[in-house]
């Protein structure tokens, strides 16, 4: 039996997504596995106002989203990885874990930079909660490098 049948890849298009996006892609691949890709948008922080401004920031985020989701879906062809696409607005802490459930992924492969304590808690990023909320295995990436 193969441990990983559904694979869930996170991709943002930074160095460290990337990194996860080839890693992942090549796990994909040697397991034979099924891939899906997910690009979000967080758009907490689109909440506070509803202004015109806010609207056209919002649209052209979501064009950026929906580059990123293509740009991804792309280099796992090029890879030789046949992924369906996904893409989610939302907090990726609460959204993640909601997709993962749903399409019953065996691992996560996500990407990581790393920062510094006071970068972590001033973006409120905390993978920690992410890890408390999924059922199943999660690969963090945590170099620019990608896997060779």
Not at 12 to 26: F, K, Y
Not at 32 to 47: G, N, V
Not at 124 to 137: K, M
Request: proline share 3%.
């Amino acid at each position: 039996m193969v441990p990983f049948e559904r694979v869930l890849l996170c991709y943002d298009g930074t160095s460290e997504g990337r990194a996860a996006l080839q890693c992942g892609g090549a796990l994909v691949q040697l397991l034979h596995a099924e891939a899906h890709l997910l690009a979000i948008l967080d758009c907490s922080y689109w909440a506070k106002g509803f202004d015109v401004l806010s609207a056209v920031s919002f649209d052209l985020s979501e064009q950026a989203m929906q580059a990123v989701l293509r740009e991804g879906i792309d280099k796992l062809r090029g890879f030789g990885v046949a992924a369906t696409g996904h893409t989610l607005f939302g907090n990726p802490i609460d959204e993640i874990p909601h997709l993962a459930k749903s399409l019953n992924v065996d691992l996560i492969v996500i990407g990581h930079h790393r920062e510094s304590v006071f970068s972590r808690w001033w973006t409120g990023e905390n993978h920690a909660l992410l890890l408390d909320r999924v059922s199943c295995d999660v690969l963090f990436e945590v170099s620019a490098t990608p896997c060779g």
